[in-house]
């Protein structure tokens, strides 16, 4: 499910209620700390997040980005019922709520630093006490009980969804998880799960081709299910080869471009289709 084309809209006709999401929830940078050289943690807390829901494996949020002077735009309700930004829409990407602490009140998200986009460049300079503002969670993912045997893959922006993939694993599955990755510097621990193996892969040439070519080596089972997500172009290969070539039902294929090169905020239901 995806959060922006529906964002701020009322609810169809004959349904009472305000808008149909509620407004993004300003939250405070309480703690950053480096993963490694291209990848940050940051820890976001504030009261709005006392009814956050706790998010499915592989959901996604939207970061409404503060303006130049650190101030996060607040929407206002239209008479139609949307959201309506009195000071300008603030930019707003996707991103993977990586872990959500209800005790706390605290919410981590994990930002690839690949330097050329807004909200890279906030992450990377991002303090306590900075602000932002967050809109979902959305994203309704959920593992199919009945699936024994997983290929699970992904670059750097898709480790965090990756890691709430396997927290929610069964423990009787068994699989294996690529990933793509910049360099060695750019490996991070993930959860462990004793019938998973995981290969990293250096990045060589178009981004995702390792990841792609990693799935054109594996024997998939009969019954294995794939979770591939990485940059449009490598997603799209993916896809054609899974259900083209290896003639995998779409029920056991979940694509998802999560960046497309030379292309500012992509959309976040992009599930490589087309
Ligand atoms: C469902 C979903 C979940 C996601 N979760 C995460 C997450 O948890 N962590 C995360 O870091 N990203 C995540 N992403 C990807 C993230 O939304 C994009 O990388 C986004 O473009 C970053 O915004 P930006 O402002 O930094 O760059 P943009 O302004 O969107 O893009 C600027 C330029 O940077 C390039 N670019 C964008 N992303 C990357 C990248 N990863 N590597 C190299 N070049 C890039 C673009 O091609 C463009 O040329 C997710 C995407 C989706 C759809």
Redesign the pocket.
């Known amino acids: 499910m995806s959060l922006s084309p529906d964002y701020g809209r009322p609810r169809p006709q004959g349904r009472p209620g305000g808008p149909r999401r509620r407004p993004p929830r300003h939250v405070e940078v309480v703690d950053v700390q480096p993963l490694n050289p291209r990848m940050v943690a940051v820890v976001f807390a504030g009261e709005s997040l006392a009814d956050f829901a706790e998010p499915a494996p592989t959901a996604?949020i939207k970061l409404f980005l503060p303006d130049a002077e650190g101030n996060v735009a607040r929407p206002v309700v239209g008479p139609d019922g949307r959201l309506e930004w009195p000071d300008g829409r603030p930019?707003m990407?996707?991103?993977?709520p990586?872990r959500f602490d209800a005790e706390a009140g605290t919410l981590e998200?994990?930002?690839?630093s690949?330097g050329?986009?807004?909200?890279?460049?906030w992450a990377a300079r991002a303090e306590p006490g900075s602000r932002a503002a967050i809109g979902g969670p959305a994203?309704r993912f959920s593992v199919d009980p009945t699936a024994t045997s997983w290929w699970i893959g992904g670059?750097?922006?898709?480790l965090?969804?990756i890691a709430t993939l396997l927290e929610a694993l069964p423990d009787d599955v068994t699989g294996q998880v690529h990933l793509e990755a910049e360099g060695p510097e750019v490996r991070v621990g993930l959860p462990a799960h004793t019938g998973v193996e995981v290969t990293w892969h250096q990045r060589v040439g178009e981004?995702g081709a390792a990841l792609v070519d990693a799935l054109h080596r594996d024997g998939l089972g009969d019954d294995t299910h794939v979770w591939i997500?990485c940059e449009a172009s490598a997603v799209r290969k993916a896809r054609s080869y899974l259900l083209g070539d290896r003639v995998l039902p779409r029920t056991r294929a979940t694509t998802?471009?999560?960046?497309?090169?030379?292309?500012?905020?992509?959309?976040?239901h992009?599930f490589g289709e087309d």
Do not use: C, K
């Open positions: 996604h930019t990407r996707t991103y993977t990586r998200v994990w930002f690839v690949h050329d986009g807004p909200a890279a460049r994203g670059d750097e922006s898709a965090p969804a981004p997500a998802r471009g999560y960046w497309a090169v030379g292309e500012a905020n992509h959309p976040d992009d």
